[in-house]
């Protein structure tokens, strides 16, 4: 049961990207918010859990909206940590997308911060990256982090 359970979180996802031309019609922030997820933490083997929110100001291309959603699930089904899938799922659109500015931002709580060790229910751990325009241009990074909450 327990190498069916590992198995079950661990397998990965299919990740097939159909991009669309943008075509200039579309030049403002896309964010998908509390995007739900849950992951294993790879120190602990432990669950953490919690809601991402994903944007990027389109370049090109523009993606179908579940797929924001589908990329967080893909990278959350591996032994992780929360500051590498953060940075996971800013890599795969930047590289997919090739958008002017990628934002992720996750808030998570740990079981292993929960159920051992400190003890502290409901902590919070947020973790965030910021690429191009929404790091480099305080306008588009202060849009981006109100709409994300």
Same mark, same amino acid.
């Given at each position: ?23 200039? @019609? ?16 790879? #120190? ?65 709580? #740990? ?27 305080? @306008? ?10």
């Amino acid at each position: 049961r327990v190498a069916a359970s590992f198995a079950e979180l661990l397998a990965p996802a299919e990740l097939g990207a159909t991009l669309f031309p943008s075509e200039g @019609r579309y030049d403002e922030l896309v964010v998908v918010r509390e995007i739900p997820f849950h992951a294993l933490c790879m #120190h602990h083997l432990l669950p953490f859990h919690g809601h991402a929110h994903v944007g990027y100001l389109p370049g090109e291309t523009i993606v179908g909206l579940s797929k924001l959603a589908r990329v967080v699930e893909a990278f959350a089904r591996d032994l992780q940590l929360q500051e590498r899938l953060t940075v996971a799922i800013a890599d795969w659109l930047e590289q997919e997308l090739a958008p002017r500015g990628v934002g992720v931002v996750l808030s998570a709580e #740990h079981m292993c911060m929960t159920i051992r060790g400190v003890r502290k229910p409901g902590a919070r751990t947020v973790t965030s990256t910021l690429r191009g325009s929404l790091r480099d241009d305080a @306008r588009t990074r202060q849009e981006f982090l109100s709409l994300v909450g």
